[in-house]
């Protein structure tokens, strides 16, 4: 069997060394190497990265496609020295998801059943005994975004009861049982319709930016945002001034516009900000290789790869 070579490469992580041996045990008709370690850059068929560096395509010439580690691509598609054309494969894990789903899940919770309160009573010692608004059919949750991750947090939440609306260019295929999906043009009656705002998009041209003051404007009164796509996609000022003036009662936000998040932002001492560390879901390596391996044999486009 014809071992297929590939590169290994990303500009914040040591990718090689966490997934060469991985690959050697799990897919060893895949021969993944680091950069230092590929003698004939012209043999190399396919790159495993995240983040890659400017040039990290330029010794390549004969890629025939680029695997993403993670559910996200933005960086990939937007390296100034991919080629044009190249495919890009995001990971699809039911692991992730499923991680993606549960992070969500507590966060609804959090601003349905008014957490930030809570806690707040909680430093002032009083008891704070909310009698309403307990039942998940109090909170309208709107999903944005239903692709692989957007769907299994949907999922969840239908499950618990919660009244589910979905948002997608196109209508998904198939439907989500309980869900009522929103598609292009009907993104305005999307938004006004979430209680509790839910982003799961992908980083596009057309997403960079979309969470904007006039955008947070049009949710509904007390409303809360739950940002789990991507940095660029929020105005991050627009987003305080909402929580500020009340109109927002409040944001779990796991992705920002610089990473790490810089120690003067405002964010980390905001009253109704919940952060996390861009952890809602880390796909386990041993995912990573399967994914790949499966869309090498799978896809009729790669059959160059046999």
């Excluded at 025939?64 to 080629?83: H, L």
């Excluded at 292009?184 to 938004?191: A, H, K, R, S």
């Excluded at 930016?209 to 991050?236: K, T």
């Amino acid at each position: 069997m014809t071992r297929i070579l590939g590169v290994a490469t990303c500009s914040r992580l040591d990718v090689a060394d966490r997934f060469v041996p991985l690959f050697e045990r799990l897919a060893p008709e895949i021969d993944l190497r680091a950069p230092r370690d590929i003698d004939r850059p012209e043999d190399v068929r396919f790159m495993l990265t995240f983040v890659p560096g400017d040039d990290a395509f330029t010794p390549y010439p004969n890629l025939e496609a680029a695997f993403s580690i993670g559910a996200g691509q933005d960086a990939i598609d937007t390296c100034p020295s991919r080629p044009e054309g190249l495919p890009v494969y995001r990971l699809e894990d039911p692991d992730q998801a499923l991680q993606m789903a549960a992070f969500c899940v507590f966060h609804v919770q959090w601003h349905q059943r008014e957490m930030f309160d809570i806690r707040a009573a909680q430093a002032r010692g009083e008891w704070l005994r909310k009698a309403t608004g307990l039942s998940p059919r109090s909170k309208r949750i709107g999903v944005m975004g239903f692709g692989h991750m957007g769907r299994a947090v949907a999922k969840a939440l239908v499950a618990l009861g919660y009244p589910v609306q979905g948002y997608a260019r196109r209508m998904p295929d198939p439907p989500e049982p309980g869900v009522t999906h929103f598609t292009d043009g009907q993104m305005d009656d999307f938004v006004a319709r979430s209680d509790i705002l839910v982003n799961v998009l992908p980083l596009t041209p057309q997403t960079r930016g979309l969470i904007d003051a006039g955008f947070l404007a049009r949710l509904p009164q007390g409303a809360a945002l739950i940002h789990v796509g991507r940095g660029g996609q929020v105005d991050e000022p627009a987003l305080i001034a909402a929580l500020d003036s009340g109109h927002l009662s409040g944001a779990s936000v796991d992705v920002f516009e610089t990473e790490p998040l810089p120690a003067d932002h405002p964010f980390w001492a905001h009253e109704r900000v919940f952060m996390t560390p861009h952890s809602a879901c880390i796909p386990v390596p041993e995912a990573v290789v399967r994914s790949v391996r499966a869309r090498m044999r799978s896809d009729p486009s790669k059959e160059t790869f046999a």
